[in-house]
Nanobody, 124 residues
Framework: VQLQASGGGLVQTGGSLRLSCAASGNDFGTYVMGWFRRAPGKEREFVTA????????FYMDFVRGRFTISRDSAKKMVYLEMNKLKPEDAAVYYC??????????????????WGQGTQVTVSS
């Protein structure tokens, strides 16, 4: 699968952005999907993931209640709705996919395929 993330930009603290991730291929429905981010000078970190059916999301505590992940299998898209953005949310955001179901994908492990990243900047 090939992934392409988009939707990043500059937003003020407290604002919102919606990231999109377009997937190619005919087997999108077999991939668990996730979002990660990397802030300047920091390691890449797991943000959220969603299961194959799209009805069970997982979130890290630092985004729970503010971010929402969703997927549209018909469109082969994954979305990340980000609300109440904080300066510490500024990072390059990456979508990722995996079929390593036995890995702890809901905690960010086992992802095999990555998009190119989209920059999110939050001004204070």
């Amino acid at each position: 699968v090939q992934l392409q993330a988009s939707g990043g930009g500059l937003v003020q603290t407290g604002g919102s952005l919606r990231l999109s991730c377009a997937a190619s291929g005919n087997d999108f429905g077999t991939y668990v999907m996730g979002w990660f981010r990397r802030a300047p000078g920091k390691e890449r970190e797991f943000v959220t993931a969603i299961n194959l059916k799209g009805d069970i999301p997982f979130y890290m505590d630092f985004v729970r209640g503010r971010f929402t992940i969703s997927r549209d299998s018909a469109k082969k898209m994954v979305y990340l709705e980000m609300n109440k953005l904080k300066p510490e949310d500024a990072a390059v955001y990456y979508c990722a996919a995996t079929r390593n179901y036995r890995e702890e994908w809901h905690r960010g492990s086992g992802y095999e395929y990555w998009g190119q990243g989209t920059q999110v900047t939050v001004s204070s």
